[in-house]
């Protein structure tokens, strides 16, 4: 039987990273507050070190590394910003990383990610099994994989998001989060179920990959083929075997969201709030939006879990809006 992680670990989490990962602002919209006819909280990660959430699960990852492990160094696969927190961890902590991404990874997570020092491997997200790939180069060159979601100490710096959260606004009714693979929704219900335990927590991801939703509903991990949607970073074919059972255990429900839906709501931070958020950070945002009749008079939090996307291609989703 998998043991599964715990708060506990979060809070170890937490100290480990504080002195590396920014504590990102909790903002508010009186427009949205209106909207909702309720008080709404965005955590917002996209303004966290490299861009996104993902930089908390990797630095506490690499920073446990031994020194025979930091030595010889770390290997990872992402479709960008697990790759940027790899690599940015690795070059603060002098470690040697080799990151598989998909050939076409936005152009923006693959500069930055090669930026950081990274040896960047690329492969067909659609004709290859990346985790196939990571697993054969760690094993060649004596490498240690941290993969993107599935692992505790990756799902345990996640989970620090909401436990900030928590801290600065105390309990919530509701709380809607991203999902990909589990990592970020398995942390934040860890902390969640801590810190706010009558919380409603709501994973949400695309609409056309609703491998979780699908999960959640039948009680066994769900394996899809990658879908195709604007939200990159949610592009995943599968739950994880640690992260499943703690969103099954802990979560109350899966959502989805449309590709048109983000695109509003990344036209929306972008004009009333000043925020640049990718696609799959506004996963969270669009499906509250859809259920904001059942939100009135309730005190909402909302995780904004990214900002790296290309300056080109936002212009052009949000072009192709108005």
Do not use: W
């Amino acid at each position: 039987m998998i043991k599964l992680p715990t708060f506990d670990d979060v809070a170890a989490a937490s100290e480990r990273i504080k002195c590396q990962a920014h504590k990102t602002p909790v903002m508010t919209s009186r427009t949205v507050d209106e909207e909702f006819g309720a008080k709404v909280f965005f955590k917002c990660e996209n303004l966290q070190r490299m861009g996104a959430f993902k930089f908390r699960g990797g630095f506490n990852s690499l920073s446990r590394f031994s020194p025979e492990q930091r030595k010889t160094g770390v290997v990872t696969f992402s479709s960008g910003n697990h790759a940027q927190a790899v690599a940015l961890s690795a070059k603060l902590l002098g470690i040697p990383a080799t990151i598989l991404m998909p050939h076409d990874a936005p152009t923006a997570k693959m500069a930055a990610t090669k930026g950081y020092g990274a040896n960047v491997v690329t492969y067909d997200r659609y004709t290859e099994d990346r985790e196939q790939i990571g697993r054969e180069l760690a094993e060649k060159h004596g490498l240690t994989l941290i993969p993107p979601y599935d692992h505790p100490d990756v799902l345990c710096g996640q989970g620090t998001a909401a436990k900030e959260l928590f801290e600065e606004v105390g309990p919530l009714d509701a709380f809607f989060v991203p999902l990909g693979g589990g990592g970020l929704l398995s942390g934040c219900a860890l902390a969640t179920r801590a810190l706010s335990p009558d919380c409603q927590l709501y994973g949400v991801e695309p609409e056309a990959g609703n491998d979780g939703q699908r999960s959640f509903r039948t009680g066994s991990i769900v394996h899809i083929d990658t879908p195709k949607t604007i939200a990159d970073g949610a592009q995943t074919q599968h739950l994880g075997n640690l992260t499943f059972p703690i969103i099954r255990r802990d979560v109350d429900d899966i959502l989805t969201a449309s590709d048109t839906e983000l695109v509003d709501c990344m036209a929306f931070m972008a004009t009333r709030m000043k925020l640049v958020v990718e696609p799959t950070g506004c996963l969270g945002f669009a499906a509250a939006r859809n259920m904001k009749a059942g939100l009135k008079g309730k005190h909402v939090g909302v995780l904004l879990s990214g900002g790296n996307v290309d300056m080109a291609r936002f212009a052009s989703l949000l072009g192709a809006q108005s």
